[in-house]
């Protein structure tokens, strides 16, 4: 069952009994296991750098966008990465317009230390001259419907988005060869980012003084789970970042525990955002060929002629 109860941030007493009750029992309200994930679906947009992922009733858009900036001063050489939540009252009636909460705050902080700390992006790709200009890359993740565990749904469609962005290919010119010359791409064909590695999230949900434990806990878990621990982890089984909010402490054993189900979760995932990513690509190129045939018949018939 992946319906969400209306206003499910405000659970009565008997339905947070009834949640714990079960998970005692290894049972999940919405039929799944303790370490069963939900399914994810992902989609794009037709323009570059746009994502939408869908997990159980979680669904979240991602967006890329590029321009050209001053590098900092203690980083002449590198690009930036920054990332932006948008934390709508049409997703979750508990969410508040106006300046970001505490929740849209975390959700940003635990996404970018997963790219930022691994160094999975090149942002030394991103230079175009040194000390002068570089590309600034902002990633803007917007919640369209808060079913729970929006740091996985959230860092899944950064990933997919920053693979599917193309920034515009730049050449120096000028009489000093300083002047960035940015071309359109009609012009030349615009860069893909060099990403190494994709580190996935994965979140798990604390109950009953940490002793039940789930992966991937959905919005009514939340609202009566005594802590959270994600675990941003890659295919090769890298260890990213570990964020760790609420509840008491974690045993040794329980965190190897994660980690080894995020290991595994993570593999599924990167083949799963690869995947589509390849999908998108061919499209992509197939839509390219018919907004630009082919002059190389013609070509040939006029040299005939």
């Known amino acids: 069952m992946e319906g969400r109860l209306a206003n499910s941030w405000r659970l009565t007493v008997n339905d947070k009994n009834f949640i714990k009750t079960a998970l005692l029992s290894e049972i999940r309200i919405d039929g799944r296991k303790p370490f069963e994930y939900r399914k994810i679906s992902i989609k794009f947009g037709r323009e570059d750098g746009s994502s939408e992922v869908q997990l159980g009733q979680t669904r979240v858009m991602g967006m890329v966008t590029a321009q050209l900036v001053q590098p900092y001063r203690d980083r002449p050489k590198e690009g930036i990465l920054s990332i932006f939540t ?14 970001p909460g505490e929740l849209a705050v975390e959700l940003g902080r635990i996404v970018d230390r997963g790219l930022r ?88 949900g604390f109950f009953s003084n940490e002793s039940i434990l789930v992966i991937d806990p959905t919005h009514n878990e939340e609202a009566v789970m005594g802590g959270r621990m994600t675990t941003t982890v890659n295919a090769n089984g890298d260890i990213c970042a570990i964020q760790k909010s609420g509840g ?53 018939r006029e040299k005939q002629n």
């Open 86 to 99: 948008e934390f709508s009252p049409m997703a979750d009636p508990s969410f508040e317009p106006g300046r």
């Open 117 to 204: 700390e691994s160094r999975a992006v090149d942002t030394e790709s991103l230079c175009i001259l040194a000390g002068k200009f570089v590309w600034a890359i902002r990633i803007d993740l917007h919640i369209l419907d808060n079913g729970g565990n929006l740091v996985d749904a959230a860092n899944i469609a950064a990933l997919a988005a920053l693979l599917t962005f193309r920034r515009p290919e730049c050449s120096l010119g000028g009489e000093d060869g300083q002047e960035v010359i940015v071309h359109p791409p009609e012009i030349r064909e615009p860069l893909p980012l060099t990403v190494h590695h994709l580190p996935i999230a994965i979140s798990f």
């Open 248 to 300: 008491e402490g974690v045993p040794r054993r329980v965190i190897m525990q994660c980690l080894q189900l995020a290991t595994s979760k993570a593999a599924s995932i990167t083949k799963q955002i690869k995947d589509a990513v390849e999908v998108f690509n061919t499209e992509r190129a197939l839509r390219k060929i018919k907004r630009h045939p082919t002059s190389t018949g013609d070509d040939v």
